[in-house]
């Protein structure tokens, strides 16, 4: 008897359901009747959202994911170093480009660099543009090559992917023939 009790008691005072009780405690006193405020306590509901992220282990689209960004990580890694040089590049070219004519926008280089994000991500937003014809033209080179460079990211991870589902399958994702990989070291 004492073993079944000192089990139901390890098994209450778990922290994540002490958590659960904490969360939602506020709202049975409430129902109650008992005027007591523990909204603060609310705000435990967002540990409960965090307990979702313990799904992941479950799902085979997200071990995908995951093997395939542990597989790809030095390319992602070098394609973000690419794509925060080419930021600084055109936020620095920008900044002296357009100084003197746009002074309370392009201030400074970190100012510039909201330009630089907007136009490499392609948003656009609009607010921060080129006036003089020099800063167009960078800043349309800059656009296009904000295209490619933070496509490739994105092109790196669907290879990921394909490797991975090439390498569950054993076969070519193309011409379906059989893959070994003990020959393929």
């Given amino acids: 008897m004492r073993e079944w009790l000192r089990d139901r008691l390890h098994i209450i ?3 994540l359901l002490l958590i659960d009780l904490l969360a939602i405690l506020p709202f049975y006193l409430s129902v109650l009747g008992l005027g007591i405020d523990l909204r603060v306590l609310r705000s435990l509901r967002l540990i409960r959202f965090l ?20 597989r790809k990580k030095n390319q992602l890694i070098v ?17 002296f480009i357009e100084t003197n ?13 909201w330009w630089g994000i907007a136009t490499l991500t392609t948003v656009g937003y609009g607010d921060v543009t080129p006036v003089t014809p020099l800063g167009q033209f960078v800043g349309s ?3 296009v090559l904000g295209i490619g460079l933070f496509a490739l990211p994105a092109s790196i991870m669907a290879s990921g992917f394909i ?23």
């Fill in 79 to 95: 394609a973000l170093t690419v794509n925060r040089l080419l930021l600084l590049t055109a936020s620095s070219l920008m900044y």
């Fill in 141 to 143: 080179i800059v656009a």
């Fill in 13 to 15: 005072f778990r922290p």
């Fill in 101 to 113: 004519a746009q002074p309370d926008v392009f201030g400074s280089i970190p100012e510039a660099m």
């Fill in 51 to 70: 307990r979702l992220l313990k799904l992941v282990r479950y799902s085979h689209s997200m071990r995908a994911f995951g093997h395939a960004f542990r």
């Fill in 163 to 185: 490797e991975a589902s090439s390498y569950e399958t054993k076969e070519c994702p193309e011409c379906h023939h059989e893959i070994s990989w003990d020959d393929d070291v």
